[in-house]
């Protein structure tokens, strides 16, 4: 058996792979690693994703950065959350990646928590988290569960959190 063509599959399997990282596909990757211990770093790489991807546009990668964003400003500027949340929610409709929704759905969640909304809260995150179960995105299905038992155990009914 000879190895070479398996060995030539491989190598351009990994340059197509190499191919798929773009700049705005790098700064998104870099913003959400940023998330919980660089929150302001966080932001201006999802500001430098958002403003690559008007010149080089992809749906999946505008929205992840409209999630961050939403994410950073919740507890900073209700306003801009609210707007990064409504610019990713218009682009759903066009998105491939299903998980997307379920993040919008956990940024909703937190609006709704922070201004005193429990219930509403609640009913983000449970569907936050069928979200990401019908997505099979394991990452964003931790992120809603946690979410959903957070506020669970906040509201005393620590058996369900």
Do not use: K
């Not at 030539?8 to 919980?36: I, Y």
């Not at 809260?121 to 992120?143: C, G, K, P, Q």
């Amino acid at each position: 058996m000879n190895p070479r063509p398996l060995m030539l599959a491989l190598l351009l399997a990994a340059g197509s792979a190499q191919a798929a990282s773009t700049p705005a596909r790098e700064l998104v990757d870099d913003a959400r690693a940023a998330m919980r211990s660089d929150p302001g770093r966080s932001r201006a790489l999802a500001e430098q994703a958002l403003a690559e991807l008007a010149r080089h546009p992809d749906v999946d990668l505008e929205v992840a950065a409209h999630w961050v964003l939403c994410d950073y400003h919740t507890e900073r500027d209700r306003e801009a959350a609210q707007r990064h949340l409504a610019a990713g929610r218009a682009l759903l409709p066009r998105a491939t990646r299903p998980a997307l929704a379920a993040q919008l759905l956990g940024c909703e969640g937190d609006l709704a928590e922070l201004a005193g909304e429990s219930a509403q809260a609640i009913a983000l995150y449970e569907r936050s988290v069928a979200a990401a179960r019908a997505a099979h995105d394991d990452e964003v299905l931790a992120n809603a569960l946690f979410q959903r038992g957070y506020l669970r155990g906040v509201r005393g009914e620590l058996s369900s959190g």
